[in-house]
């Protein structure tokens, strides 16, 4: 068995490993994936030394707690951490009654998300977690999708962040100083959003998707600073960018989940030639750059399968030379302030 390193979530006293297992797929995201996969690749996470495993009630409308819970409940429960979201409680699907159409629906559990960003909301969110998952104890609860890249709308995004902070907040901030909660954070799309958040509350860590990645920097400004002063820790999810980063580089690549513009392709290209001139497959470097970082704890991808799984825990023991990271910078193709072993 693989042993991954942990790092500390923020100031709190739980550590997870440097991988964890993201599982929007296992809900359905992208793919349909059986039961038994989903079991399946649990298994080859955990025997790959994954200790970090983050869901969601969103994904699969229910599903991916279902099975993840399903995976972990046999599991001794003082060795992993697990996170899941709040801001959707999901109802029974009424007749005719339409589904969005972010999972792929085939054997969906019959129900329908509404977001729901109150005290009494997230109260309930949890509890119906708890029911999904099987499991007593949630470690991390993220308030989930209160960014632009969600809801499109800036009236709409203010409302919901007024609402979660006057009460959806103060709901996980009770429950964490109860004890019922190890730590409290914010799961989201957009590195401004996330430091809007960091600055209005008192959070433990930040699951940012795609942000800070091989192929982009952004967060590097204004959030990561933020983090390493408020000692917040940031758990990235998307470390291929959905997939621009896997390796293999060629139009048609996605990036945020939709085609990626010729420019980004022909960045990702470039920064995969100087990694094979190293020896060195793409996604190895995409899965290891972002932990250089002092306020990173933990990559995140999600697996459609266990051959992914495996990959990726392979990817994370590759032996990068520093001249790659100083080629990449001396090219212009990685920011010159982000963190390298160089």
């Known amino acids: 068995m693989t042993i991954l390193p942990k790092r500390r979530v923020g100031k709190t006293k739980l550590e997870v490993t440097t991988l964890g297992l993201g599982g929007a797929p296992m809900g359905g995201f992208r793919a349909t994936i059986p039961d038994a996969e989903s079991m399946a690749l649990s298994e080859a996470a955990w025997q790959g030394g994954v200790r970090y495993f983050d869901t969601s009630p969103f994904y699969g409308y229910g599903r991916s707690e279902l099975r993840m819970g399903a995976a972990l409940r046999e599991k001794p429960r003082d060795e992993f951490v697990l996170s899941t979201k709040i801001g959707r409680i999901l109802h029974p699907r009424k007749p005719g009654e339409i589904l969005p159409k972010d999972f792929r629906e085939n054997g969906l ?30 470690d991390i609860a993220l308030i989930h999708d209160v960014d632009f890249w969600t809801i499109k709308d800036r009236e709409v995004l203010d409302q919901r962040f007024k609402t979660v902070m006057d009460g959806g907040y103060r709901a996980l901030d009770e429950l964490r100083k109860a004890g ?53 820790s940031v758990i990235l999810g998307g470390p291929y960018n959905s997939g621009i980063l896997t390796g293999g580089v060629k139009p048609g690549a996605t990036h945020d989940y939709v085609a990626a513009p010729q420019d980004l392709i022909d960045k990702a290209q470039k920064i995969e030639a100087v990694c094979l001139r190293h020896g060195v497959e793409l996604g190895a470097a995409a899965m290891q750059f972002p932990l250089f970082h002092p306020a990173l704890c933990a990559v995140i991808p999600g697996a459609l399968s266990t051959a992914e799984v495996t990959q990726n825990v392979g990817r994370m023991g590759v032996k990068i030379p520093t001249e790659l990271w100083s080629e990449l910078k001396r090219e212009k193709l990685l920011d010159p302030s982000a963190p390298t072993p160089n």
């Open 109 to 138: 559990p019959g129900f329908v998300p509404e977001f729901d960003y109150t005290y009494d909301g997230v109260m309930r969110s949890l509890e119906h977690s708890h029911h999904r998952l099987g499991l007593a104890k949630i």
């Open 180 to 232: 019922i909660i190890g730590a409290i954070g914010v799961g989201i799309n957009e590195s401004d959003t996330s430091l809007r958040f960091i600055q209005a509350g008192d959070f433990d860590c930040l699951l940012l998707a795609g942000r800070y990645t091989l192929l982009e920097q952004g967060a590097l400004e204004a959030f990561l600073p933020e983090c390493l002063k408020r000692n917040v």
